[in-house]
Structure formats: structure tokens, C-alpha cells
T-cell receptor
Framework: GAGVSQSPSNKVTEKGKDVELRCDPISGHTALYWYRQSLGQGLEFLIYFQGNSAPDKSGLPSDRFSAERTGGSVSTLTIQRTQQEDSAVYLC??????????????FGQGTRLTVV | GENVEQHPSTLSVQEGDSAVIKCTYSDSASNYFPWYKQELGKRPQLIIDIRSNVGEKKDQRIAVTLNKTAKHFSLHITETQPEDSAVYFCAASKGGGGFKTIFGAGTRLFVKA
């Protein structure tokens, strides 16, 4: 049984380079979230996809950040012109779309991004 | 917009003591309140949840309470053990269109042996 899978698990990049982070949600999960977690900090919401609806991008910290979700499944988070403050663990989570609201979010193992 | 506030940000207790983490939410339509535990270096995982039609739920040493009127919910851990040391996140969500889970900022719990 596959859970939420993220790749790569670790990424070291030079300042100014672009990076792409990938998330494979659980099959059938229509809701997908990206969060950022800096060392010792909480979950910072980035973006939320729900089915065919327009994504909620309210958490993206700057226009260097973008995300897409192709075919309602795999999602890619792209960070352009990376900065050192982008260093963090990027977590993806997916869940079923709940009619009632009662649904568990399943997290991937995260991608640890280090910008040097 | 919707918001979930969580307190305290850090909590240190002696092994065997109880720990309480509190959250408040802003959207009165929220009807589901899960709690996630994140051990060091691991992903957050659901440990217990409560629905809006219930005031309290217990599972062994952990319990959650919900006060819908005050829009408060709390996690209670009794007889704490060192393995309870982790970051705990509360969350609130609602169903239907516009559904999105909102997470609290997290509480780092240290249980001292």
C-alpha cells in the first residue's frame, strides 16, 4: 500500500538555482497540500489543491514559488532563484475530499531543501 | 480567513505528569478536529480526532475535548512517557465546498525522565 511519496528526499542546491519538488499523493485523494517546515518550527501552509477547483495559493511566500498538479494526481512545487531562507523541509499531504469534513491528512516524508 | 491558534509553543513536563495543549479556531463551521504527532525526523501522523457532535473522546492515555461554543479544543496526555516527546499539531476542518484543513503552529512537548 503506497502512502504519500515525495522526491527527492534531500536536495542541496546553490543559491539562485531553480528546484522542483515532487509529490505523489495517495491514489484517489483529491485534496493535496504543500507545507513548509523550517527547523524546529511549525507547519507553514503554502498551497492547496482540491480536485478541479482553482488552487488556494494564499500561503505562497513570493512569486518565486509556484505549484501545479497535473491530472489531479502528481504535484510539483517549483522554487525559482532559490534563496538561503528557502532552506526547510517541504511536506506534502493528501486526503480524500470529504462531504462531511471528517478526513485524515496523510503526509509524505518530506523533502529537505538546503540552499548553499 | 480561517485561523487555528495553538498554545503553548513549548511544553516541558516530568515523566508521569499530565500535559495539556490548547487550540482555538475561528471558523464556526469547522466540524472536525484532528491531532497529529510528529516525532523527530518523521512525518506528522494522526493520533486522535474528534467530531463536532462529540464533546470528549479518549484513547488510552490521550483524550481530546471540544467546546463548540467557545471554539476551543484541547489535547490531554496523562501519565506522560519519554516517547510522548514530539511536536503536536492541532487542526480544524469542515466539509463541503471550500474544504481545507487548517493546522495550528505546533507544540513541542518534552517529557523529562
Amino acid at each position: 500500500g503506497a502512502g504519500v511519496s515525495q522526491s527527492p528526499s534531500n536536495k542541496v542546491t546553490e543559491k539562485g538555482k531553480d528546484v522542483e519538488l515532487r509529490c505523489d499523493p495517495i491514489s484517489g485523494h483529491t485534496a493535496l497540500y504543500w507545507y513548509r517546515q523550517s527547523l524546529g518550527q511549525g507547519l507553514e501552509f503554502l498551497i492547496y489543491f482540491q480536485g478541479n477547483s482553482a488552487p488556494d495559493k494564499s500561503g505562497l511566500p513570493s512569486d518565486r514559488f509556484s505549484a501545479e498538479r497535473t491530472g489531479g494526481s502528481v504535484s510539483t512545487l517549483t522554487i525559482q532563484r532559490t534563496q538561503q531562507e528557502d532552506s526547510a523541509v517541504y511536506l506534502c499531504a493528501s486526503s480524500l475530499f470529504p462531504i462531511t469534513g471528517y478526513t485524515e491528512a496523510f503526509f509524505g516524508q518530506g523533502t529537505r531543501l538546503t540552499v548553499v | 480567513g480561517e485561523n487555528v491558534e495553538q498554545h503553548p509553543s513549548t511544553l516541558s513536563v516530568q515523566e508521569g505528569d499530565s500535559a495539556v495543549i490548547k487550540c482555538t479556531y475561528s471558523d464556526s463551521a469547522s466540524n472536525y478536529f484532528p491531532w497529529y504527532k510528529q516525532e523527530l525526523g518523521k512525518r506528522p501522523q494522526l493520533i486522535i480526532d474528534i467530531r463536532s457532535n462529540v464533546g470528549e473522546k479518549k484513547d488510552q492515555r490521550i483524550a481530546v475535548t471540544l467546546n463548540k461554543t467557545a471554539k476551543h479544543f484541547s489535547l490531554h496526555i496523562t501519565e506522560t512517557q519519554p516517547e510522548d516527546s514530539a511536536v503536536y499539531f492541532c487542526a480544524a476542518s469542515k466539509g463541503g465546498g471550500g474544504f481545507k484543513t487548517i493546522f495550528g503552529a505546533g507544540t513541542r512537548l518534552f517529557v523529562k525522565a
